[in-house]
């Protein structure tokens, strides 16, 4: 286990809370923007459309699918995969890219709801990336965790068996997590799941090949509705295809980790620096 330790959380505030109302987010015009640190025009660098991979939107209002964080293992511990130039991406309009399986990988896939406000979304901001224990971890098995725990391999030995009482033990074993950083009062949340499911697409899947490692796929957790962060896979046993799947609270969207879909999306400009 790694002993990186971070400051306990003073409170569970999070980065950009706070949903504003239905008329506000419309003159963003993309739905799910609700943060108070949402810039109030247009100016910035790197906005506009861009290609990117989501774990598929099945039901509910969110508009689009939630981005995934391509993700690799490193001596053991989950990494998160940004574009940085050291690793053969490059900055260009406004944000880091890179190519990876076969794909175009933009740092843009997560400028929405605020999170494009975020210093760690700024192309060139230095990080481990490694995926941590969130400080609010919302599994059982994640308990006992100390925020900021680089999450390992060995964590999730458990993944082909693993279950909860919702849906159907076996399809995958998740972690609430951050990446990128570890403030309580700025995260940019993560969920990540170890699955056997993963392991057999990424079989046949140029993207899930390069994107994946040993089953691990992750996703920026923040739902694109009014960006909530979703309570996560296998969350709730009450709604509908949502036992298997990823779930969000506020208004019943459900995300489908197993159908990783590319999806035009808007990416809100950074603020300038
Ligand atoms: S914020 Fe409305 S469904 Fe997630």
Redesign the pocket.
């Known amino acids: 286990m790694d002993e990186d330790k971070y400051p306990a959380p003073s409170s569970r505030r999070r980065f950009v809370k706070g949903i504003v109302g239905s008329a506000a987010l419309g003159s963003l015009g993309v739905a799910?923007s609700g943060l108070t640190t949402v810039p109030t025009n247009r100016s910035g660098v790197g906005g506009g459309n861009v290609e990117a991979k989501v774990i598929k939107n099945t039901a509910?209002?969110?508009p689009r699918g939630m981005s995934q964080i391509p993700v690799t293992v490193e001596d053991g511990y989950l990494k998160g995969v940004w574009p940085a130039a050291t690793d053969g991406g490059e900055v260009a309009d406004g944000a880091a890219k890179t190519t990876l399986g076969g794909t175009t990988y933009s740092s843009k896939w997560f400028q929405y709801c605020g999170i494009q406000t975020h210093p760690k979304l700024v192309p060139d901001s230095e990080a481990d990336n490694f995926i941590r224990a969130d400080p609010g971890g919302r599994y059982e098995w994640e308990a006992d965790l100390e925020p900021g725990t680089k999450l390992a391999v060995e964590m999730f030995d458990d993944y082909e068996e693993w279950g909860n009482g919702v849906g159907d033990a076996g399809l995958g074993k998740p972690a609430a997590a951050t990446w990128r950083s570890v403030e309580p009062d700025s995260t940019l949340p993560v969920q990540v799941i170890r699955s056997p499911e993963i392991e057999r697409l990424a079989e046949d899947d140029e993207w899930l090949a390069a994107s994946t490692d040993q089953g691990f796929l992750a996703w920026l957790n923040k739902?694109t509705?009014?960006?909530?962060v979703?309570s996560g896979f296998k969350q709730s046993a009450t709604v509908d295809g949502a036992e298997n799947a990823v779930y969000?609270q506020?208004?019943?969207?459900v995300y489908d980790p197993f159908d990783v879909v590319s999806k035009v999306v808007t990416a809100f400009p950074r603020p300038e620096s």
Do not use: D, E, R
């Not at 506020?250 to 969207?253: P, V």
């Open positions: 799910g509910g209002p969110a739902c509705h009014l960006c909530c979703p969000c506020c208004h019943q969207s």
